[in-house]
């Protein structure tokens, strides 16, 4: 432990989930409403002396399965069609999922961190979504559960290996991406915090972000303020 790190810090990573261009106005092709105004609490937060802090990306190749232009119409209308899709590892399991536009494309403008992110206090960027044919929200497995190549880092490993036993979760969208990491960091064994002022969400009504914080308090999972002593904790 160093003088500017607290006992609290030492134990805690920061998870900023899919802070990127095609996610925010005005010109992304799934932006959320409000996620670029995220960027101050979320720069806040990267101030803190957290044991590591780390970005996820959706970093998806341009034949991804959850594209409306991998699929034929009518049934390819984002936000109101689905597809099924198979476990690759697992040919008898199968999973509904919502087609979108296309968004985070690798190598493309719309996959980067928004610069006002400060990008430079990041200690690891990883990439997820990497598989043409398996979704993967959360940054800990794909939809299935499985842990493969699908994303560039094993989050859940990643962490233990820096004696991390919490985590603080903020970006987009917290009805999808944040929600499923928070709920499998929950289930990895991680105390969950997910900073309200940090996330927003597709829908914030009953069937989206409501659901979520639902689904995060039959989890034990707490949603905090940023000026809560939770991290305040952290100085």
């Known amino acids: 432990m160093t003088a500017t ?17 095609d996610f925010c106005p005005p010109n992304g092709s799934l932006a959320i409403e409000g996620g670029r105004a995220l960027a101050p609490a979320i720069n806040r937060l990267l101030s803190l002396p957290y044991a590591l802090k780390i970005a996820t990306k959706d970093f998806h190749p341009n034949d991804h399965v959850s594209f409306d232009t991998s699929h034929p119409p009518p ?9 099924t899709i198979t476990d690759p590892l697992n040919p008898a399991e199968f999973r509904k999922i919502p087609i979108w536009p296309v968004h985070c494309v690798r ?3 719309g996959a980067e961190i928004i610069p006002e992110i400060d990008s430079s206090k990041f200690d690891v ?3 997820k979504g990497k598989h043409p044919r398996v979704e993967m929200f959360s940054a800990f497995a794909d939809v299935f559960g499985n842990k493969s190549k699908a994303a560039s880092v094993d ?13 603080h979760i903020v970006g987009l969208a917290g009805d999808f991406c944040v929600k499923c990491t928070a709920l499998d960091a929950n289930k990895e064994g991680f105390e969950v ?14 069937e989206g972000w409501e659901a979520a914080l639902k689904e995060f308090q039959s989890a034990d999972i707490k949603v905090v303020s940023i000026e809560g002593p939770e991290i305040t904790a952290l100085t």
Do not use: W, Y
């Not at 049934?75 to 597809?83: D, G, L």
């Open 5 to 21: 790190r607290s006992a609290a810090a030492c134990k805690t990573a920061l998870l900023v989930v899919d802070m990127q261009e």
């Open 75 to 83: 049934h390819n209308k984002p936000f109101e069609s689905s597809v």
């Open 107 to 109: 190598g493309t403008k």
């Open 125 to 127: 960027i990883m990439e």
């Open 155 to 167: 989050l859940a490993a990643l962490l233990r290996n820096h004696t991390v036993h919490r985590v």
């Open 193 to 206: 915090f997910v900073v309200n002022e940090g996330v927003r969400s597709v829908n914030a009504g009953r």
